[in-house]
């Protein structure tokens, strides 16, 4: 079984809508989670940590669920520019963080 | 600032040819590691170094060398190429552990003919 899971999708949305998708992590002593977002052929840029509160930053919002280990991104209010793969990231703090494959959404206008 | 510089951009080799991708970091980050990602796969680690002097392997270290000489730089070399190891190559760093935000190089395409 893999580490992190993510659906692949692709996600495909009109400009405007919401979109929200999960990840699963299989390692219950993971301690850090991220989403970092990653353009075609370009290198992965952070997007946000996800804390055990939860968090938002402007449109974006984290969720992170330890009892059924998983954590979420929701997207509010598309844009075309959202379009990207978003890939979720576990860190068991032993130097070795864990990438999923990532989950791809199309913002279409 | 220049952030995590990778060279080169592009490269094909031959099977059985060796080469080095060079990874330089300007933050003075402690923490520098080497992921490669290959289509539906999720980027897997392949050597990492804590620290000038120390290295360790990661997920996928066969057929990899790295050194940490300096905090700056972290190199890797690639000993014997073969298709298999036809990817894309990304340096990252960070200033702890990894628990921080990595900032990852731009990206290393190699194809292994």
């Known amino acids: 079984r893999k580490e992190v899971e993510q659906d692949p999708g692709p996600f495909n949305v009109p400009e405007g809508a919401t979109v929200a998708f999960n990840c699963t992590y299989s390692?219950?002593?993971?301690?850090?989670f991220f989403w970092y977002r990653q353009d075609c052929r370009k290198e992965p840029k952070l997007l946000m940590s996800?804390?055990?509160s939860g968090n938002e930053d402007g449109r974006f919002t984290a969720q992170l669920n330890r009892a059924s280990q998983y954590i979420s991104l929701l997207i509010r209010d598309s844009k075309l520019s959202d379009s990207a793969t978003y890939l979720c990231?576990?860190?068991?703090?032993?130097?070795?963080?864990?990438f999923g494959a990532g989950t791809t959404v199309t913002v279409r206008a | 600032n220049a952030g995590v510089t990778q060279t080169p951009k592009f490269q094909v080799l031959k099977t059985g040819q060796s080469m080095t991708l060079q990874c330089a970091q300007d933050?003075?980050?402690?923490?520098m590691s080497w992921y490669r990602q290959d289509p539906g796969m999720g980027l897997r680690l392949i050597h990492y170094?804590?620290?000038?002097?120390?290295?360790d392997q990661g997920e996928v270290p066969n057929g990899y060398n790295v050194s940490r000489s300096t905090t700056e730089d972290f190199p890797l070399r690639l000993l014997s190429a073969a298709p298999s190891q036809t990817s894309v190559y990304f340096c990252?760093?960070?200033?702890?552990?990894?628990?921080?935000?990595?900032?990852f190089g731009a990206g290393s395409r190699l194809t292994v003919l």
């Open positions: 990252a760093s960070s200033y702890t552990n990894g628990a921080n935000v990595l900032t």
């Open positions: 996800v804390y055990s």
């Open positions: 390692n219950s002593a993971s301690q850090s």
């Open positions: 170094s804590v620290g000038a002097g120390i290295t």
């Open positions: 933050m003075n980050h402690e923490y």
């Open positions: 990231v576990v860190n068991r703090n032993d130097y070795k963080l864990s």
